[in-house]
DNA sequence: CATGAATGAGCTTTCATTCAT
DNA sequence: GATGAATGAAAGCTCATTCAT
């Protein structure tokens, strides 16, 4: 083994080229995780599968991952990502009617994310949460709530321009997300079993959105009945 | 702890080993089991761990269901796809609109099944379909075909009535299921965790009702602007 | 229920009846037991099998055996049986050629034992003898060393009448027991699972015996060459 | 206990644990698995035994072998089927007379598998045929079908040379065979108890071979008496 | 750093045996 | 005597994790 070159190595970055290797590694690992574990789930993920998808062995997942459960954490907190806030200036910036802007947000959240691998990542939280309640807390202030808020803002712009009914925006933003993570689940769980049926993700969501729409639209002429 | 009478014990209870007890026995494991499915998943569900939670060992549990899985299945019958005629009767005899009818189904759904420990085998499933795939295809069959069938049902009876726009039936179920689904499931993983921002779920489905109701309403005097 | 004679009853056989059921009950659980052992392996028959087969609930067999491994036991020495005193006589009072005694034992044997259950007695012991050493010793007392006994004086009468070449005894009464044990074996082992080329054992018997005959007849003509 | 020689000691073993010796490995599990399976049986021998008395752990016994049935066949092939090939080539190649062949084939056959404990196999294999029916067609396939081609074509060399009678062929490898067999089954049933009345097996093969011979030997001047 | 042979706790399922009735 | 519900010790196999090399 040759001594390093102690000084250069000092001065231009420590650490730079060994971390490189320490954080390229992790990578691979991750990403073999990130599919693995979106396809069979967390506890039908052996260990090796994710070594040998990623190039190494099975010893080296555990050079950097002190466990598997340390792994699907680390999964999750690569993978939420910073995209918020390029998602947060793009709606800002947006001109039309907010009904287009919610058509936008629901088009744009399954062309980014809800037809790629990352989409089997709400699925992952919501199945093993209760097993890992740190990632669990974690996940809901990463993700959960700047997403909420995203969408808190959009249904806020629709009722301020009077395109939208007023709500209680805390169960409001649930009217845009649940048909979204629902089609999250679905498509990663029993949608990957039930064959015959299939679901095709843009004829779902374009019902969803144009009856949540229509939902939301001021007063129609005449309200539905009601027996009582 | 009050002091037991001894006499009165003697006569009732000689029989504390061998409790003959066979009519009981398949209830209470029932239970347990579903009590801990929902709590631990179901792999992660030992089955000595039921039988210890229904009072009994490991070896009875295998007398009265031959598999684990057969259990999870009588779970599934018992606390849900058992209840399917109950309801379709109730809905096929239903007086009042459509609207009222639907207002119906939810609330019933949520006070019978979403409220119960029952509505946690929903995000069980979703989370383990994928490993069980025998599983999975028991309960498309026995719960998700019946289920889907029994919305689309209530939902025709609005179009046919003039009372809902029509839509295409396939999709239209999950307008309705979406909402649902997605509080159980949220109910049961990421709910636990999240303490502080708490889903009152009768508000969360008043809200998700009315919209879904005013975005089926037929024609509403003025449609949402699309800009294009 | 009629009212039994009590006198008559306790004046003959103050036992008889009582002991009847009580030996009736064994006796059917014995049956039961040999054919499952014969065909299912000792290990294989579960004693649950062997009581409904007799017709009883599992608890009477435990009453009657206090283990499977008595119950093995009990089958054994049910099954041996004094036999050997009936052949003896038929052997000692045959009158024709050894040549056509021997053909009469095989053939007997066959008739008689081979072709019934009891063959699977035999294997039954080898297969099993090593598990229960003191059973082993019971059987080659009672069984082997008195067949041997009956082999050993046919040959030797073959022998004293001019028939046989002489032998040395202690061997010469296994080329009669090696074939006849053998087949017993295949048929209840190997001959049950590879169908196809199955063996008819009255043309096996034919050829071996008949070739033993020719065997030990005395001086061919023509002996076989020995290269050395 | 010998003081060690601290120096070499450090230098030849400093690997207790982690003893890194695959290649090994499968030799001493196949030769555990061999004495056990002999010695109590298929059934009966636990997987751990069988580790344990080749001195690794339960999990590497199927690190090398994917199932206990597994490494049974392994266990066949390793000391039977494997050697086929070897001897068809020497029988091919015998010069002398056919009478000669066969008394090496027994001989040869007593020497190398039936004094071994590899003889032991074929007693398992009748004892637990019936029970494990994949091994049974495995058995068939891989030893009885060779082994008795391998006979065949003795006799049929025989019979070629005008040395043997005719006689049909499929019965006919049962001569050569049944004792064989048998005495393989004797000396690991019965043949433990026993003692006393032990069984030479040299002295055993030799008659019976030699009354074989007499027996499979072209028309000998004076056929044995028949009284019909 | 990387490897992969080795480990052993853990899981489902079976079944001889017990014992209250 | 007879029953059958209940038991719990095994046994085969898996796989996360370790550690000598």
């Known amino acids: 083994m040759p001594l390093p070159l102690?000084?250069?190595?000092?001065?231009?970055a420590p650490h730079i080229?060994?971390?490189r290797r320490k954080d390229a590694r992790p990578g691979e690992l991750?990403?073999?995780?990130?599919?693995?574990f979106v396809e069979k789930g967390f506890a039908a993920t052996r260990a090796e599968e994710v070594a040998k998808l990623a190039g190494v062995s099975k010893g080296t997942l555990f050079?950097?991952?002190?466990?598997?459960?340390?792994?699907?954490?680390a999964v999750v907190r690569e993978n939420i990502s910073g995209r918020f806030p390029e998602w947060s200036a793009e709606f800002a910036s947006f001109q039309g009617s907010t009904a287009d802007l919610l058509r936008t947000c629901m088009s744009t959240?399954?062309?980014?994310?809800g037809s790629t691998k990352a989409s089997g990542i709400s699925k992952l939280m919501m199945s093993e949460a209760r097993n890992f309640p740190e990632l669990a807390a974690f996940y809901q202030q990463e993700v959960i709530q700047p997403g909420n808020e995203l969408i808190r803002r959009v249904l806020q712009r629709g009722v301020d321009r009077g395109e939208f009914?007023?709500?209680?925006m805390k169960y409001g933003v649930y009217l845009v997300l649940a048909p979204m993570l629902f089609l999250s689940?679905?498509?990663h769980s029993l949608g990957t079993c039930c064959a015959g049926d299939e679901l095709n993700p843009e004829d779902y969501i374009a019902l969803q959105v144009e009856t949540l729409l229509n939902g939301l639209s001021i007063a129609p002429a005449k309200p539905l009945n009601t027996t009582h």
């Open 30 to 36: 991750l990403d073999a995780a990130l599919t693995l």
């Open 185 to 187: 689940m679905w498509k």
């Open 109 to 113: 959240w399954w062309a980014r994310l």
């Open 165 to 168: 009914r007023p709500m209680d």
């Open 6 to 12: 102690l000084q250069s190595e000092s001065t231009l």
């Open 63 to 73: 050079l950097y991952f002190s466990s598997k459960e340390e792994l699907f954490k």
């Open 17 to 19: 080229k060994h971390e």
